[in-house]
């Protein structure tokens, strides 16, 4: 690579802003390049609001705005951002979050979930919770009802029992179809997969559905769901391919600060598809997916879990806020931590998805991720985003600060 002059100085600069930890080679010189760029386009549009305000994850337009109302009618900052996730969390379409999340290898939905509210400085979680949509509301009765922060597994499920939450299958027909074409493209000696040998049929019909059949069992599944809507069933079988081979993550984060300068937050996921069961995310992890100090501001993230652990990424954004840094700097220092791990090695970097959001008492907000996108089927680039409702206003979305671009 061909570095001039200037560019050498630049260079120079940006990898003096990295933490002592960071293995330093020429690949990464590149990425932290891209990384002081991308911070200093960025803080030009630092985006401020007066109360009450809510930010998230990009999937939660309808959240953020329904966190807003909430607060406009008086709603506590808490209450305001649980009825808001629980827009998501009952929506069958999304499949990271709540009802119709994707499941872990045993084809079983669990869900991890917590809460902060910043005025009384209390928390609540719930971890591998199984058969209850709402996964938050249960994390917020952990922080009314017990001493205790976080509730695992059976002892979660138990304990939502005991309050009333019904426990019912989470399990949608496309999550389930997805989940079993997971299971045949494991491998080629277990059992889920075509038969090593099956007569073909004497008529064409009879031997073009072996084929499909042979190719993908999960195909007739698909195709009796849809009905004869071979449009659907197309669209199906190809995101379930997609999610099959690319174990996607997804969450629902959503931060609020209303007009009495008090902050809540919760987060909430399905997690990680096919996980082991058991596995924990950084959701339910205080200090990790969710962090709020009623005297600074609130952060959380989505993305890779096992990143934000090692990061003890929320808690390390509102240090940041803190320590005096603006919301957006703050979210992209403690990627930076993500990043330093990894030697900040834009190869080893490239499937690794972190993304934080949050906002401090002057209403100042921001969202920011490791990479500025990733490439659509079509090859069009999907820019990083998050959702806010500003001013008191409805949700939209906004481009997230970034540390690194992907390159067509
Ligand atoms: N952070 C979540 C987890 O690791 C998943 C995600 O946000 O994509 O469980």
Not at 119 to 143: D, E, Q
Request: aromatic content about 6%; glycine content about 10%.
């Amino acid at each position: 690579m061909k570095v001039n002059k200037s560019r050498r100085k630049f260079l120079g600069r940006a990898a003096a802003g990295v933490t002592a930890a960071a293995i330093v080679t020429p690949r990464s010189l590149e990425a932290l390049a891209l990384g002081a760029q991308a911070a200093r386009g960025a803080s030009a549009q630092a985006h401020t609001s007066k109360p009450p305000l809510a930010v998230s994850s990009s999937n939660g337009v309808a959240a953020v705005t329904k966190a807003v109302e909430v607060m406009h009618a008086g709603g506590d900052t808490l209450d305001a951002v649980i009825a808001g996730v629980n827009i998501v969390e009952l929506d069958p379409k999304d499949n990271s979050v709540g009802y119709g999340g994707l499941p872990n290898e045993q084809g079983v939905v669990e869900l991890d979930a917590s809460v902060m509210h910043g005025p009384t400085r209390r928390a609540g979680a719930v971890a591998a919770l199984r058969g209850c949509k709402t996964p938050s509301k249960v994390a917020k009765a952990v922080m009314e009802h017990t001493d205790h922060i976080l509730i695992v597994a059976e002892g979660a499920r138990e304990f939502a029992t005991a309050l009333g939450f019904e426990d019912e299958n989470l399990l949608t027909e496309e999550s389930r179809i997805a989940w079993l074409r997971w299971k045949e493209t494991l491998s080629k000696e277990d059992k889920w997969g075509p038969s090593p040998y099956v007569p073909a049929p004497a008529s064409p019909a009879g031997q073009r559905r072996i084929a499909l059949e042979r190719e993908r069992p999960s195909f007739l599944l698909a195709d009796r769901y849809t009905g004869g809507n071979f449009e659907r069933r197309d669209e199906l079988l190809a995101w379930a391919d997609e999610v099959a081979h690319k174990p996607p993550t997804g969450t629902i984060n959503c931060i609020a600060l209303d007009a009495s300068l008090d902050i809540s937050g919760v987060t909430t996921t399905s997690g990680l598809a096919w996980k082991i069961p058991g596995r924990v995310g950084d959701s339910p992890l205080i200090g990790c997916g969710l962090y709020v100090d009623n005297e600074v501001g609130a952060a959380g993230s989505t993305g890779r879990g096992e990143e934000v652990i090692y990061s003890n990424g929320a808690h390390m954004v509102v240090e940041y806020m803190k320590r005096g840094s603006s919301p957006e700097q703050a979210c992209l220092d403690a990627l930076k931590l993500v990043a330093a791990r990894y030697g900040n090695d834009l190869d080893k970097l490239k499937d690794v998805d972190v993304n934080f959001y949050a906002l401090n008492k002057r209403g100042e907000f921001a969202g920011a991720a490791i990479w500025n996108g990733s490439f659509a089927r079509n090859g069009e680039l999907r820019r990083r985003q998050f959702a806010a409702a500003p001013d008191g206003g409805k949700g939209r979305l906004f481009e997230s600060a970034y540390l690194f671009e992907r390159k067509a």
